[in-house]
């Protein structure tokens, strides 16, 4: 009951009082969440007086590339160059807040990588190539405090 585990935008809140507790004191820390990480998916268990939080990873998902795409007003958006290469040739993967462009063709492969900022929904971004400029999109959000409920056992 005196164990707080929240997640506010990228960080996770740890705080814990000591009410009535001559060997222990009040405790506030905040830990940076990994780009690749699952704020949603973190669990927390109080057990013998030790806290394990555990922060999984989030699996990437594949970004479809459309032809062209009109960006729309309030939304995050960055333009990367690839001249030359057609759209089926351009792998986009999307683990959270990190983006991983793949090129490959019978004469370069490379890759690029690259971060959205905390307030995009990025469940809702889209991707178009066109005149050989690939332009990433996605509306901007609040951020929301998640409150993480600590079991014990």
Same mark, same amino acid.
Do not use: W
């Given at each position: 009951?005196?164990?707080? /585990?929240? /997640?506010q935008?990228?960080?996770?809140?740890?705080?814990?009082?000591?009410?009535n507790?001559?060997?222990?004191?009040?405790?506030?820390?905040?830990?940076?969440?990994?780009?690749?990480?699952?704020? !949603?998916?973190i669990?927390?268990?109080?057990?013998?007086?030790?806290l394990?939080?555990?922060v999984p990873?989030?699996?990437?998902?594949?970004?479809?590339?459309? !032809?062209?795409?009109? !960006?729309?007003e309030?939304?995050f958006?960055t333009?990367?160059?690839?001249?030359?290469?057609?759209?089926?040739?351009?792998?986009l993967?999307?683990v959270?807040?990190?983006f991983?462009?793949? /090129?490959?063709d019978?004469?370069?492969?490379?890759?690029y990588?690259?971060?959205?900022?905390?307030?995009?929904?990025v !469940?809702?971004?889209?991707?178009?190539?066109?005149?050989?400029?690939?332009?990433?999109?996605?509306?901007?959000?609040?951020?929301?405090?998640?409150?993480?409920? /600590?079991?014990s056992t």
């Amino acid at each position: 009951d005196n164990v707080a /585990v929240t /997640v506010q935008g990228n960080t996770l809140l740890i705080k814990v009082t000591a009410e009535n507790n001559q060997y222990f004191r009040n405790f506030s820390d905040d830990y940076r969440i990994p780009k690749d990480a699952s704020p !949603e998916d973190i669990t927390a268990i109080c057990r013998n007086g030790v806290l394990t939080v555990s922060v999984p990873k989030i699996s990437p998902t594949s970004v479809a590339i459309e !032809e062209s795409l009109e !960006e729309q007003e309030g939304s995050f958006s960055t333009s990367i160059r690839v001249p030359g290469i057609p759209k089926e040739k351009i792998i986009l993967n999307r683990v959270n807040h990190a983006f991983k462009m793949i /090129v490959e063709d019978s004469q370069r492969q490379y890759e690029y990588m690259f971060y959205t900022p905390e307030q995009v929904d990025v !469940e809702k971004v889209r991707a178009g190539l066109k005149n050989g400029i690939l332009t990433i999109s996605a509306p901007r959000v609040a951020e929301v405090e998640h409150v993480i409920p /600590v079991e014990s056992t």
